[in-house]
């Protein structure tokens, strides 16, 4: 049962830890042309500025790609690390204490609890709490996290081939709900967290609840929950990472996921004339950076 509480207690602390260090650092370009104002534009949260950069290049772990990315990376990197009887904490070992503690464990509680954190974002939104971008944006940004999610999560599934606990299928890694369950945290955290820490907060015990009631009701291995929370909160993050659609603004990088003869992938396209521009111009930089 220690083991168990200690589990949930490291995934809440690393989740918590990453929903007070992303910042959001650009202003709107919508208002490129009018005098320069403070808010801050967390579409643009992980880009890093090119203007920056050439006037001081800060270390590799202070850009923003790294802070969007260290955190989904160690908890893959721990879930990975703990597949079958591998780690000081196995997923078998875990299935052992489950199964001791709650033997006739289940809920159904975990279905609904998927999209608890897009429910309070709507909710808020209603009570006047605004987010911090245009409800057309958030929806973009969503739209092209959940199909990075989709891609990732149903792709891997079929590569891993692992078995559910209860040997239900072969498609138990990456659980689907834990990933969908912090993407929509991560996406909560973004939008309201200059609001109140609190709204990511709750959003990711919300999201772990959901990781270890999968666990309880024997659908998925403790390294299921890790690497699906992980790929979640990635998934986010890399769609807030490439967003750039700022009304009239091509983007100069674009990601997106395919699926090419029923194998799914991502497809990359740079636009190498938009980025010859900008680093012959700085100006130009500023007005669309800005």
Do not use: C
């Not at 605004?130 to 940004?141: A, E, I």
């Amino acid at each position: 049962m220690k083991r168990i509480l200690h589990t949930w207690i490291i995934l809440s602390i690393s989740l918590g830890v990453s929903s007070f260090e992303l910042k959001a650092q650009e202003i709107d370009s919508l208002k490129v042309f009018q005098t320069p104002v403070t808010a801050q534009d967390t579409l643009k949260k992980y880009q890093d500025s090119t203007v920056a950069q050439a006037a001081n290049k800060a270390p590799f772990f202070k850009s923003k790609a790294f802070k969007a990315t260290i955190i989904p990376a160690i908890l893959i990197g721990y879930g990975l690390s703990t597949i079958k009887d591998n780690g000081l904490y196995s997923s078998y070992d875990a299935k052992r204490d489950i199964q001791r503690h709650f033997p006739n464990f289940k809920t159904t509680i975990d279905n609904p609890l998927l999209i608890a954190p897009y429910v309070e974002l709507v909710l808020a939104n209603l009570l006047n709490v605004k987010s911090n971008n245009d409800f057309l944006n958030t929806s973009m940004v969503i739209l092209k996290a959940e199909a990075i999610y989709a891609v990732s999560v149903y792709g891997l599934k079929q590569v891993t081939d692992q078995e559910r606990p209860n040997g239900e299928n072969r498609e138990s890694l990456p659980s689907g709900h834990a990933a969908q369950a912090f993407l929509a945290a991560s996406i909560l955290n973004a939008e309201l967290k200059h609001r109140s820490p609190w709204y990511g907060v709750g959003a990711y015990t919300i999201a772990t609840s959901v990781g270890v009631f999968r666990m309880l009701n024997n659908k998925h291995w403790q390294s299921d929950v890790f690497v699906g929370a992980g790929i979640g909160m990635l998934s986010s993050h890399l769609a807030y990472l490439s967003h750039r659609n700022r009304w009239g603004r091509k983007p100069s990088i674009v990601m997106s996921p395919t699926l090419i003869y029923g194998v799914p992938g991502f497809a990359f396209s740079l636009n190498l004339d938009d980025y010859k521009n900008r680093r012959n111009n700085p100006d130009l930089n500023k007005i669309s950076l800005n």
